[in-house]
């Protein structure tokens, strides 16, 4: 058997031929795109998972909200169960699924863009899009991680860049974490970098992004822890003095470490799962015995691994850290967006 050293470069060649002939078939006509006749905002990566991409869809979600949109976000769902299903994960008021068939993104979103915001679970986004023109009154749409849904048409293509880790390890996927070459860059619209709170300097990544892009806008913006809140109802007030063992299950877990590190939390342990892992009571159970064993008093975790914990005995007082997206310049992100619907029929 080969090791990994030559193998995973030999796959990450065939996925490169496969995803430039699959980008090569749209430039050309071959394969098709749909056009809504609502507006769409398109939110997305270019590498795998955790560049803060969930925390901006919320802010774009209520920023569109509160200038009278009535919004839907429509995401594929990740490894949700029924995933060839349409679910409606909620109509903008209530809860109408719960996470193992909405993924846990969409449920997430849902659960905290409740009064703002509806949110389908499709992998077809075009035809949930029409259905919830039709059902929900929506005249709007967030498409959630769609740098590479290029099925659907938007007005305008926001990629999502992490200061921390911009370009995968420089690799496509399975070697590296890039879902695409670092050149489709040019395809955005504008770019958002996060994270940029937890680097000391990101003068030579924006240098490579506005050369990649054509000078097209560029946007900085930080993760904000906001507060921490029981997940559980066994525990005491929780004290940035009290020991900790985290744990999470997202694409990018060491900046959620340092989050924790750098908002005075004294952290003894921590535990990283695959991105959108599954819990099991064997999981919690064993991170609860190892957690004692390092001394911690309580685990801590993410909103996105929260959602799939509910239905596990936690033996410990858990916690959960909320965060919010802050952008540098609000202002003129609000007006990028406006001028990109505005042109369209509402």
Known sequence: MKPDGIVLPS??????????????????????????PKPVISVGNITTGGTGKTPLVEWICRALAAEGRKVCVLSRGYRRERGKQRVLVSDGTSMRAEEPDAGDEPYLLARNLLGIAAVVSDANRFAAGL???ANLGTDLFVLDDGFQHLRLARDLNILVIDATDPW??????????????????ARADCTVITRTNQVSDVTSLTDDIRRLTKHRPIF??????????????????????NPLAAFCGIGNPQSFFKQLMDGRYSVVNTRQFPDHHRY?????????????????????????????LGTLHIPMPCYVLEIKIQLDDEDEFRELMRRAIGNLKS
Do not use: C, F
């Not at 796959?11 to 006509?29: D, E, K, M, N, P």
């Not at 420089?170 to 890039?178: D, I, K, T, V, Y």
């Not at 685990?299 to 929260?306: G, H, Q, S, V």
């Open 280 to 308: 099991t009571q064997s999981d919690v159970d064993s991170m609860a015995e190892d957690a004692l064993s390092r001394g911690a008093s309580a685990l801590i975790t993410t909103a996105k691994d929260a959602v799939k």
């Open 168 to 185: 995968g390890g420089e690799a496509l996927l399975p070697s590296g974490r890039l879902r695409e070459p670092a050149s489709e860059t």
């Open 131 to 133: 259905w919830a023109i």
């Open 220 to 241: 900085t913006s930080s993760m904000q822890a906001t507060h921490h809140h029981p997940l559980t109802n066994n525990g005491v007030a929780l004290h940035s003095t």
């Open 11 to 36: 796959l990450s060649a065939l996925y490169g031929a496969a995803i430039r002939t699959r980008l090569a078939a749209y430039s050309r006509g071959l394969l098709s795109t749909s056009q809504l």
